[in-house]
């Protein structure tokens, strides 16, 4: 008795089915089709997403962390953007806190709404204090900024909006702790 994987398909489309052995299926997936026949020669094979892989860790391009926007335009329709964030975040927070929700996972839910809204207000002020803060407070080695020179008050606030990550992360750990808390009651 053959004990390989065995699996029907037909020897021809539309006509009687016979008995195909797993090698033979594999067989004609490598060569270029799947398994109703048709061909498969567009997409990339295993061996060409995994070079790219490679090629991507090994050869990484530079990540620029701030992104900046073409002109006033470009800041005001993204602070807007965060105004709208916020609003829709805090509308939520709201009505949470109305309906009084006290199941599990709401907890944790409110918290990374709290954070969420805590980011936007610490981003649009970032965002505006970077168009105040003079340049010369940037100090640049060629094109590059390497630091930031810190002399008053405005300088430290806008340097703490740039760690914002301090909200970002706790943020989306509360949203998972929720969302496991859901996932383990439904």
């Given at each position: 008795?053959?004990?390989?994987?065995?699996?029907?398909?037909?020897s021809r489309p539309g006509r009687s089915w016979?008995?195909?052995?797993?090698?033979?299926?594999?067989?004609?997936?490598?060569?270029?089709?799947?398994?109703?026949?048709?061909?498969?020669?567009?997409?990339?094979?295993?061996?060409?997403?995994?070079?790219?892989?490679?090629?991507?860790?090994?050869?990484?391009?530079?990540?620029?962390?701030?992104?900046?926007?073409?002109?006033?335009?470009?800041?005001?329709?993204?602070?807007i953007g965060h105004l709208l964030f916020l609003?829709?975040?805090?509308?939520?927070?709201?009505?949470?806190?109305?309906?009084?929700?006290?199941?599990?996972?709401?907890?944790?839910?409110?918290?990374?709404?709290?954070?969420?809204?805590?980011?936007?207000?610490?981003?649009?002020?970032?965002?505006?204090?970077?168009?105040?803060?003079?340049?010369?407070?940037?100090?640049?080695?060629?094109?590059?900024?390497?630091?930031?020179?810190?002399?008053?008050?405005?300088?430290?606030?806008?340097?703490?909006?740039?760690?914002?990550?301090?909200?970002?992360?706790?943020?989306?750990?509360?949203?998972?702790?929720?969302?496991?808390?859901?996932?383990?009651?439904?």
């Amino acid at each position: 008795m053959n004990l390989r994987a065995t699996q029907l398909s037909p020897s021809r489309p539309g006509r009687s089915w016979r008995r195909e052995s797993s090698t033979g299926l594999l067989r004609k997936l490598s060569w270029g089709q799947s398994q109703s026949g048709r061909s498969t020669r567009g997409w990339p094979g295993a061996s060409t997403l995994l070079l790219s892989c490679l090629l991507l860790l090994l050869l990484p391009a530079p990540a620029l962390a701030v992104q900046i926007h073409g002109g006033a335009e470009g800041l005001v329709s993204h602070q807007i953007g965060h105004l709208l964030f916020l609003t829709g975040m805090g509308y939520l927070l709201w009505r949470l806190r109305r309906r009084n929700l006290q199941g599990a996972g709401w907890r944790p839910f409110r918290l990374f709404l709290c954070c969420i809204i805590l980011w936007n207000i610490t981003t649009i002020t970032g965002h505006w204090l970077d168009e105040i803060i003079p340049p010369a407070r940037f100090l640049r080695n060629g094109s590059m900024i390497t630091s930031f020179r810190v002399t008053d008050l405005p300088d430290l606030l806008f340097y703490a909006t740039r760690l914002d990550h301090f909200l970002l992360v706790p943020a989306f750990l509360f949203l998972l702790s929720a969302l496991q808390r859901w996932s383990r009651y439904t």
